[in-house]
């Protein structure tokens, strides 16, 4: 017992594999009862037994055994990891369980089986228990066939594959042991239940006996149909519905619907085996089928008979078969071996079905020719033979053959042609039946029913009946527009005795097989049940009759025509489209009709001899015909009164419009028939050339057209025209009929009638008609393409070149929309109308080709040649076909023997023949056009085997050629049969790889397939497990469109036969497809472009609809089917699992995308930071992505990215990852905080989206990067290192992207990085990046190296300079030209940044690079020639480096912030320290201390410099003061961005540019509604007009080799541009007073420009600018051009190189200015007016001003004052607030004066004397009381030598006498004067104090030349006074400093204060005006930047704006640390001086 204590203590599992039986009975008892306990089916306790299961089933111990199956069969039942054991459970049951003597053992064994098949395991278990039957002992074969009986009762046929059992079945029945025959028997009457007869043929040959016993037994088998009992574990539903039937009691109504699911049809064939005959023909069969003596042939011919008697044949080559019997059927004349021949024929297509299809286009002609014979035998078996060969093709491939044989002059041919037609259409649906082949076939038989033999009309009636019945009458009936109404009864009578093929009587494929039906229900499948509608659907339309019984029919051609064409065109239309028939009526008949209803004058004077009563008669015929009701009115009466004498010949121009017009007017309010439209036709073309009628006649004829259709109107018009002389006529027919197809569309007209016509008229001597026909050919080019020029291919040269012209000309334009002739097709117009409609059109233009016959011309010499021993003859063979078909350009389908030829040349042994075969058949498609299809199983098939070769070249040809020819004959054909998948049988990998590439191509553009193509997926399987990786490959991407048309349970389900480890392989591929299974095409886009209304765009909207919901991206228009076909399902999807695909996911999702796609994890990013170092996941790092990665990163996205979102990002395919990117771009602004917590997963997976090879993901991850770092630097976010080191490599590698906007977007995103990563560290990636393989990528890194030296200084090289330049340099010597000069660029941008030291920095260089170096340092333009501008160039780089980075400097953590000033600190330049004044005001320091007072003093000369420059860099802070409307920070919206654009194009050297840009403006200025959005830009534009007005002064006026017009022209664009600007009053007030100083200075320069006056035009150009002078000055605002104009005054009279003249029409303007005065008085800002005056004053004191040559200058100033004193009065004084020391000028007693002036005396003239003579009697009065010292002193100080001696002696005077009082002699003196007296002591006190000399110099920037008077060093610091030694304080620096921060838009004060000029300054400095040059350098680089941005270098402009301000804005200590660090420089200055 000590054993069993011890297993009993075992866990269940380890006690089930005891060695003990009694541990393992326990075990197994134990794992039923915990079996029958779990409740989860997948737990993880199943898992444990998965290998234990098949122990328990074969126990070797019986009674632990049974335990064991009773176990297993609850595993079985309960686990859902049961399907993983099945295979080897089975097998265990069949070997270890059947061979039980228990009874109870074997149950269970039957049980667990079965249970298999209810868990889906079904071929698995019966493929082990068909092994079962090959076993030995008896009772396991008993056993197994038990269990398949009762799996097939249960399960149905459905799920038990019956075609493996029926091919044992024969073999049991031959078994030794009774019980296998009984047991075979009960299987036999089983299957019969299921199949029925199927089951009759694959048994024939066993036993008789048994036979018999069979057939007994069968007799006594239930009719109904049997029905499945037990279900899948998919098949829930059915289980629930069948046992609601059985609770109600059987089978109530409610089944029918299943049962004909539940029973699928079996065709017997199916169950056949195949047999192969060939090899079993007699040996000299094809000698003795060619001997002369006929039982020779006889004895041939029958042993054909007898082999082909097998019901099912093996597919081989019957290519000589068939020919030799063709040619027995053909030629002999024993007519008992014709009737034997057929008999084999039939045989052959009956065994070999599909298969045949190949050969029948060649016997159909032979065997319908043959039914001359009268024989009934022979007819019997010709018939027999041609019916089984149709069922082998299809009626689209043989209707050619048929439709020639038809019109036969022998009526035994003509009338079995026609029953054969009759039998045929049975077999059809109305899809196989399109409208396209009823209609020839109609028209055919039409003129059967017609045929003088009874027998003949018979066969046409039944034929007709046929196709009535089948297509419906929709269909057919505009094809019987012309039959009378008994015969069509007689078809309407044939019609319904009509029985189809798959009608209602007969089950599908019982009718085919000719077998008797059992059952009475038999299964339709979908396509059937919709022909059972669609046969029931003519039902009521049978009540309209289809043609009106007037008259006899008339059977004109062109009356046929037109019903075929016209009232059919658009398909089906049903009864709308009645064609109108009328008999012709005999003239008394008509004037009988007409009295009627015409007033009898107007009769009487028809034909008067007076025109005017005719007239008047006219108008009476008019009102009636206006009054009639269109029942009324007798249309062809009335037309013929008009045509009576003098009908069509009248005279008087007037009437006859009158009676034109009468005609439109009945054709289109009467019934018009055709017979009416030919009363008038004649006289309306006649017409239509007439001056003052035509238009009118060609109202009538599109009247008439409308009323008959315009194909049968246009032919009869264009055919009358052409058959009389007069030209005018013609070309006007012509010119008609292009309009009329415009408008009616080009549906129905019949092609071939025109081209003749139009080839006539192309011909023509007269230009007008040749004209008008090359203008038809261009309307018909819109509507059939280039297939129409085929039919001009051999017109001459020069028209052929016209007629391409015109054809190019319409070149993607679209057939517009047809306007009339619509009405009547409005109704019902179904879908699959309009789209065969719409192929119509395509292959009408190809049927209407002239094709030629090459049938005689390949003879048997030509076909021996091609098969030659000599390749040299047979290359001539082929050359001799080329050039046939060369010749013959368009053939019919005839071509003989050739096909056989050309087959055996497509495995030549030599390749070159093999090439020209394949090119030959390429030719041949093109020649052939669709008819080629007939080819396709000879021909095409074995092209595809060439795909095989193993040449690349040869291959690719023979792809060419498949291609060319599904492109004639679609796909069907090939997919069709076993062809293609005996193709893919074959193990050739090449051939592999380029079928299944090519059926990828394909598949996706098709809606529905063949269903065999089935037969392919067994063959694609094995291709799924190629040793070849690329045929896997091929495999793979074949799938999912295999699937999208096959479906994924059929798929799944081929995989039964597979072995287990490649079927799991293969399920898993299968359910990834499954993914990626994109929707079934939706119409085909044909129908869009050409249908104009109608149905077409409706039918669109439902694909897309769905397509939203299946969670696809919608439809996108894309040329490309392949990418389109995602678009969703098709609006067709049907089927259970189409729904579901299309409703599940969408509930779904809509429940889930409601909440964040990023989920915030607390610590999340710092968790998977502390993995990645301590190395627990891997390191982002690779090459390209391996799964583990990817893996990786799913997971641990999992947490905190939504579900669905991940799921999307993570899809397989493409379209699912731009779904997932537009997803994130919109919730990337509400999710900051989840983007930015997720940021290093999302940065990881976009770098995955690198490695996509698609560009649509590429180009929105990098929209998506753009955006996400705008976000990440607007939250002033910094990128960790880990998110830096695993994203920006991979971003560095897609900038060598060969496409051009991607690697502007990589670099735009690159320049974007350096917000929120330091540039330093970029710098390290980027010189990784220059490391790469990829030279354009070398190339870009080492540019954008470039930009970021340019932009950041020297110190972002990193390790070191050094290292940095000599890795740059290197490349100087790459072997790629655009690396070699990026590389020079980027060390020249360096160069110019730091000068000389580069070359140290670079070391040794090799000669040769070096030289290249130096040239391009020469030829760099930005040299850095003379020290002073080396500084100036260097500035802005390093202004730069702060201004663009502040805003990295304030967001990054603070390490990051010293690190970086420091860097800027230690930059190797003291003037470092003076970093943050931008640079136009940086003192030179160190140019002054190296520099000795040398500086030269010059007047500039005006700008001299290139305006390219300009455009360099220069990034300064915006200044405030002009505050820039808010759309400059919208850059990203679109315009914004545009206008930006646009205006810096304005600026353009190149002329053409800048006239297209201000061109583009003036047009937005135009339009009031655009105008709006120059809003915010208008300073940008001035400044930008204005620079290219200095341009042209400086540049293109002195360009000789400039054409002077383009100058004019330019100059007249610039002026129109700015006259509309300044008429729109809301945009003139936006411009800025700097702007306007400037745009004033260069309009006054151009209107001084003697060259200007000396152009043609110049004149014209200067009266224009001044009426735009006149303009700016009224419109503008008044505040701003006041200031500007005084503050150019100022400038131009401090310039003394400004001419007179300037100042003069400056002060014009003022004076203009003032005569507007009162009434803009109220709208000015008088404070920064007096203020402007002030200075104004300042500057020039009067002294100063009289001194000036002219008195214009003081009087302007005088006559400004005075004005606003009259206008404003005493309240003028309160103006003054914005002026700081009012005492610096003499404004405020010049105003005191004037007011006092005018209280005194009403107006008293203030003049020069008295205002002289005041003043003086005032010093006078003052000198008598003060001592004579103290006025000698002030005479010193005012006398101009003394000055600096008496302000000395002065400042002793008041040392000495500390009391002294000098307030008096100051107090008389002008404010001026007396802080020129105390600044004077105040400078000689700081200096006695011994605090040195001083000295200082404004710097200017070159750029402000133009426009503010540079000062030069002396000037300014002679103003200052240092010369003599006065010192200056601090206070004069803090003074400057606030004036040179509020320039720069740094406040100070009040937004619109400008600042008075430093107390301290004596003498006028810079003027104070912020010349808008300041502004110039902002605006500039926000043009820039438009510009970069324009072309996604987005240098994102908020950012450096914001940057910019915010760092100039330095504390207020550092701006006195700023001061002291310059002091201490000046000492040293001045120490050097000393």
């Known amino acids: 017992m ?11 599992d380890q006690k089930c594999e005891h060695k003990l039986w009694k541990a393992r009975l326990n075990g197994y008892e134990e794992a039923l009862k915990l079996f029958q306990k779990i409740e989860d ?78 868990i889906e395991k079904g071929e698995a278990v019966q493929e082990e228990l068909l092994k079962g039957l090959d076993n030995k002992n008896p009772k396991i074969i008993v056993a197994c066939i038990e269990t398949l009986r009762k799996a097939l009762s249960e399960f149905g046929s459905k799920i038990i594959l019956l075609k493996p059992i029926i091919k044992v079945l024969p073999k049991l029945f031959e078994s030794r042991e009774k019980a296998v025959r009984d047991e075979a028997k009960l299987l036999a009457v089983e299957i019969y239940r299921w199949i029925r007869d199927a089951l009759r043929p694959p048994l024939q040959n066993i036993n008789s006996v048994q036979l018999k016993e069979l057939e007994e037994e069968w007799v006594k088998v239930s009719s109904a149909a049997p029905k499945q009992t037990r279900f899948l574990r998919s098949q829930q539903e059915l289980k629930a519905k069948f046992e609601q039937q059985q609770a109600a009691g059987g089978d109530g109504d409610g089944g029918d619907d299943d049962e004909e699911e539940a029973v699928p049809q079996v065709d017997a064939y199916e169950l056949l085996e195949a047999v192969e005959i060939l090899s079993k023909l007699p040996k000299d069969f094809y000698e003795k089928i060619e001997a002369k003596k006929w039982q020779e042939r006889k004895e041939a011919l029958e042993a054909v008979e007898l082999l082909v008697k097998n019901p099912k044949l093996e597919s081989g080559d019957y290519a000589d078969l068939v020919k030799v019997l063709k040619k027995v059927v053909g030629k002999d004349t024993n007519v008992m071996l014709v009737a034997l021949a057929a008999k084999c024929l039939a045989g052959l297509a009956s065994g070999l079905r599909k298969k045949f299809g190949q050969y029948a286009g060649h016997v159909v002609p032979t065997i319908l020719e043959k039914f001359k014979e009268k024989k009934p035998q022979v007819v019997q078996a010709l018939q027999e033979a041609i019916d089984a060969i149709f069922l082998t093709t299809t009626l689209q491939n043989i209707s050619e053959d048929v439709l020639a044989v038809m019109d036969n002059k022998n009526p035994t041919i003509k009338q079995q042609t026609s029953l054969f037609i009759a039998r045929s259409f049975r077999h059809c649906t109305p899809s196989t039946l399109p409208k396209s082949l009823l209609k020839p076939f109609c028209a055919a038989l039409l003129k059967h029913i017609n045929d003088s033999a009874p027998e003949v009309r018979d066969a046409g009636f039944e034929a007709l009946g046929t196709a009535l019945k089948v297509a419906g009458e929709k269909a057919v009936n505009p094809f019987l527009a012309d039959v009378d109404k008994l015969k069509l009864d007689r078809i309407k009578e044939c019609a319904e005795k009509v029985e189809l093929a798959y009608g209602k009587k007969m089950g599908a494929a019982e009718k085919k097989e000719g077998k008797p039906v059992a059952g009475k229900t038999p299964a339709l499948s979908a396509g059937d049940k919709e022909i059972k509608d669609a046969a029931a659907k003519p039902g009521p339309q049978k009540k309209a009759p289809a043609v009106k019984p007037g008259g006899p029919p008339k059977k004109s051609k062109p009356a046929a025509a037109a019903g075929t064409g016209g009232a059919g065109a658009k398909g089906k239309k049903g009864p709308e489209t009645k064609e109108i028939f009328e008999s012709e009526l005999s003239i008394e008949v008509c004037e009988e009709k007409a009295a009627a209803v015409l007033p009898a004058s107007c009769i009487q004077q028809l034909d008067s001899g007076n025109w005017k009563e005719r007239l008047a008669s006219m108008e009476e015929f008019q009102k009636a015909v206006e009054l009639m009701e269109r029942s009324e009115m007798p249309c062809q009466a009335l037309v013929r009164m008009l045509a009576k004498k003098p009908g069509w010949k009248e005279t008087n121009f ?13 054709a289109q309010k009467g019934n018009f028939s055709k017979t009416s439209a030919q009363v008038v036709l004649d006289g309306l073309v006649d017409k239509v050339g007439d001056v003052k009628c035509g238009s009118n006649a060609k109202e009538a004829m599109t009247a008439i057209a409308e009323a008959c259709q315009l194909p049968w109107t246009a032919e009869q018009v264009v055919a009358i ?26 549906s129905g007209l019949n092609v071939k009638a025109f081209i003749s016509n139009v080839k006539t008229a192309l011909a023509a001597t007269n230009p007008a008609v040749r004209t008008s026909a090359i203008t038809l050919l261009g309307v018909m080019y819109l509507y059939m393409g280039p297939p129409l020029r085929m039919f001009f291919e051999d017109e001459k040269p020069a028209l052929l070149s016209q007629i391409d012209a015109e054809f190019e000309k319409m070149q993607g334009q679209t057939a517009p929309a047809p306007t009339r002739g619509i009405s009547r097709l409005s109704g019902g117009s179904g879908d699959d109308g309009e789209e065969e409609e719409q192929e119509d059109v395509g292959n009408d233009v190809v049927d209407l080709l002239p094709r030629t016959d090459i049938g005689d011309k390949i003879t048997a010499e030509l076909v021996a040649k091609i098969g030659d021993k000599n390749w040299k003859i047979r290359k001539e063979g082929l050359d001799e076909v080329t050039s046939i078909i060369n010749d013959a350009k368009f053939i019919q389908p005839n071509i003989g023997e050739l096909p056989a030829a050309l087959k055996s040349r497509l495995n030549d042994s030599n390749k070159i023949l093999v090439q020209q075969t394949l090119s030959i058949l390429q030719q041949l498609a093109t020649a052939m056009g669709p008819n080629i299809k007939q080819h396709v199983k000879n021909l095409g098939i074995p092209v595809i085997t060439v795909l095989g070769d193993s040449k690349n070249n040869v291959r690719a040809a023979a792809l060419a050629t498949v291609n060319a020819w599904a492109e004639q004959t679609g796909m069907k054909e090939w997919l069709e049969g076993e062809d293609l998948s005996e193709e893919l049988k074959k193990e050739n990998p090449f051939l592999r790889q380029e079928l299944l590439g090519w059926l990828a191509d394909k598949l996706p553009t098709l809606r529905s397939v063949p269903s065999d193509l089935l037969l392919c997926v067994p063959h694609l399987y094995s291709c799924l497990e190629d040793r070849n990786g690329d045929v896997r490959k091929k495999a793979q991407d074949a799938l999912p469109f295999f699937m999208m048309h096959l479906g994924f349970e059929k798929m799944a389900k081929a995989t039964g036969k597979l072995k287990p480890t490649s079927k799991d392989q293969v399920l898993a591929m299968l359910e990834k497809a499954k993914a990626n299974m994109p929707a079934k095409p939706a119409l085909p886009a044909k129908a869009s472009s050409r249908v104009g ?20 991206s919608t439809m996108e228009s894309k040329p490309d089917p392949r990418k389109a076909k995602v678009g969703g399902a098709s609006s067709k999807t049907k089927g259970v699992q189409g729904k579901k695909v299309l409703n599940k996911p969408t509930l779904k999702e809509d429940d889930d995308k409601s909440g964040p796609i990023f989920i915030i994890v607390p610590n999340g990013k710092e968790q998977r930071m502390k993995d990645e170092k301590g190395l627990k996941v891997l390191k982002w790092n690779f090459t390209t992505p391996r799964d583990e990665y990817i893996e990786q990163l799913k997971t641990q996205m999992s947490s905190c990215v939504a579900k669905w979102l991940q799921d999307e990002m993570f899809h397989a395919d493409f379209q699912h990852h731009n779904k997932a990117l537009a997803v994130m771009i919109e919730h990337l602004e509400n999710e900051k905080d989840g983007v930015i917590s997720c940021l290093d997963l999302i940065l990881k997976w976009l770098t995955l989206r690198f490695f996509d090879t698609n560009t649509s993901v590429l180009m929105k991850t990098l929209e998506y990067l753009k955006l996400l770092f705008n976000m990440l630097s607007q939250e002033e976010y910094h990128l960790t290192e880990n998110e830096a080191s695993s994203f920006i490599p991979y971003l560095i590698i897609k900038v060598g992207e060969p496409k051009d906007v991607i690697r502007k977007d990589v670099r735009a995103i690159l320049n974007r990085m350096c917000l929120i990563y330091p540039a330093s560290k970029m710098f390290t990636f980027i010189m990784e990046g220059t490391k790469s393989k990829n030279s354009k990528q070398r190339a870009e890194c080492l540019e954008e190296l470039g930009c970021l030296v340019e932009s950041y200084g020297m110190n972002v090289c990193q390790p070191t300079p050094g290292k940095a330049l000599k890795e740059m340099a290197t490349h100087i010597g790459d072997r790629d030209n655009t690396v070699r000069n990026a590389a020079l660029n980027t060390i020249v941008t360096v160069y110019n940044v730091h000068g000389d030291q580069v070359f140290k920095l670079i070391g040794n260089l090799s000669e040769k690079d070096m030289s290249m170096l130096e040239e391009r340092i020469k030829r760099s333009a930005k040299r850095p020639s003379a020290a002073p501008v080396r500084q100036v160039e260097e500035k802005p780089q390093r202004i730069q480096n702060i201004s663009a980075n502040a805003s990295m400097l304030r967001k990054g953590p603070a390490e990051d912030m010293s690190s970086k000033l420091n860097q800027n600190r230690n930059m190797g330049s003291h003037s470092e320290t003076a970093h943050t004044v931008p640079r136009e005001f940086q003192l030179d320091l160190d140019e002054i201390e190296n520099d000795n007072g040398t500086v030269k003093c010059e007047m500039p000369a005006l700008v001299q410099h290139k305006l390219d420059d300009i455009f360099e860099p220069v990034l300064i802070p915006e200044p405030k003061i002009r505050a820039v409307s808010p759309h400059f920070d919208d850059m990203h919206s679109n315009t914004a961005s545009t206008i930006n654009f646009v205006i810096s194009q304005v600026a353009s050297g190149d002329i053409n540019t800048s006239i297209q840009a201000l061109a583009q403006i003036d047009e937005v200025f135009r339009q009031e509604d655009k105008a709006e959005a120059m809003s915010g830009h208008i300073d940008q534009f001035l400044i930008a007009t204005f620079m290219q007005l200095r341009l042209i002064y400086n540049t293109h006026m002195a360009d000789e080799k400039l054409d002077k017009d383009e100058i004019v022209k330019l100059y007249s664009c610039i002026i129109g541009s700015m006259i509309s600007l300044f008429q729109i009053e809301s945009l003139a007030r936006e411009a800025s007073t700097g702007v306007l100083k400037d745009l004033m200075h260069g309009l006054i320069t151009l209107m001084l420009d003697s060259r200007v006056e000396d152009l043609e035009e110049g004149e014209q150009v200067i009266r224009s600018v001044n009426l735009l002078v006149v303009k700016v000055l009224e419109k503008s605002d008044q505040t701003n051009i006041l200031s500007a104009l005084l503050v150019l005054l100022q400038d131009s009279l401090l310039a003394t190189a400004s001419s007179p003249k300037f100042s003069e029409l400056v002060m014009k303007c003022l004076w203009r200015m003032v005569r507007l005065l009162p009434e803009t008085i109220n709208s000015i800002n008088l404070d920064r007016i007096l203020l402007d005056i002030h200075i104004f004053m300042k500057v020039f004191p009067k002294e100063k001003l009289k001194q000036c040559k002219s008195e214009f200058p003081i009087r302007t100033l005088k006559t400004l004052l005075h004005t606003l004193c009259k206008l404003k009065g005493p309240k003028i004084l309160d103006h003054l607030t914005m002026i700081e020391n009012k005492n610096e000028s003499e404004l405020e007693a010049h105003l005191c004066r004037v007011m006092k002036h005018s209280m005194d005396q009403s107006g008293g003239k203030a003049d020069k004397d008295t205002e002289k003579g005041a003043s003086r009697i005032e010093e006078k009065a003052s000198k008598a009381k003060v001592n004579d010292i103290l006025a000698e002193i002030f005479k010193k100080i005012g006398s101009k030598e003394n000055t600096k001696e008496g302000l000395a002696e002065l400042y002793e005077y008041k040392k000495k006498y500390s009391d002294a009082d000098i307030e008096p ?7 001026f004067f007396q802080s020129y007296v105390e600044r004077g002591l105040r400078l000689i006190e700081t200096e006695r104090e011994g605090k040195g000399r001083i000295a200082s110099s404004t710097g200017i920037s070159p750029q402000m030349e133009g426009t503010c008077v540079p000062v030069s060093t002396h000037t300014v610091s002679s103003s200052i006074g240092n010369t003599n030694g006065e010192e200056v304080g601090p206070s004069v620096y803090l003074e400057r400093l606030k004036i040179l921060r509020q320039r720069c838009g740094l406040d100070n004060a009040k937004q619109e204060d400008r600042p008075p000029l430093t107390s301290l300054l004596s003498k006028p400095a810079v003027p104070t005006v912020a010349s808008s040059t300041d502004m110039l350098h902002s605006k500039l680089s926000q043009l820039r930047e438009s510009r970069e941005q324009y072309q996604h270098l ?15 804005t330095t504390s207020p200590s550092s701006a006195a640390a700023n001061i002291d660090d310059l ?12």
């Open 2 to 12: 000590g054993d069993d204590s011890e297993w009993m203590k075992l866990p269940i």
């Open 41 to 118: 089916e997948k737990s993880p306790e199943w898992s444990k037994y998965l290998g234990l299961i098949k122990k328990f089933v074969t126990d070797s111990n019986a009674v632990a055994q049974l335990k064991g199956l009773e176990a297993a069969l609850a595993y079985v039942e309960n686990a859902h990891v049961a399907g993983k054991t099945t295979g080897e459970v089975a097998s265990g049951v069949v070997n270890k369980v059947f061979n039980q003597p228990k009874a109870r053992a074997k149950e269970l064994g039957v049980d667990i089986c079965l249970m298999y098949i209810e």
């Open 654 to 666: 007037q009437v006859m419009q009158m009676k034109l017009h009468i005609v439109a007017l009945i």
């Open 721 to 746: 025209a052409f058959s009389q002389k007069n030209p005018k006529n013609q070309s006007e027919t012509l010119n008609w009929l292009s309009n009329a197809i415009k408008e009616f569309g080009f």
């Open 1093 to 1112: 209304g109608g149905a077409a765009p409706a039918k669109f909207q439902p694909a897309s609809a769905l397509a939203e919901d299946s969670g696809s």
């Open 1865 to 1871: 002699f100051l107090k008389n003196s002008s404010q």
């Open 1994 to 2008: 987005d240098l994102d402009s908020n950012q450096t704006h914001s940057s910019g301000i915010g760092t100039t």
């Open 2023 to 2034: 002091k201490k420089r000046l000492e040293r200055i001045k120490s050097s001086r000393k």
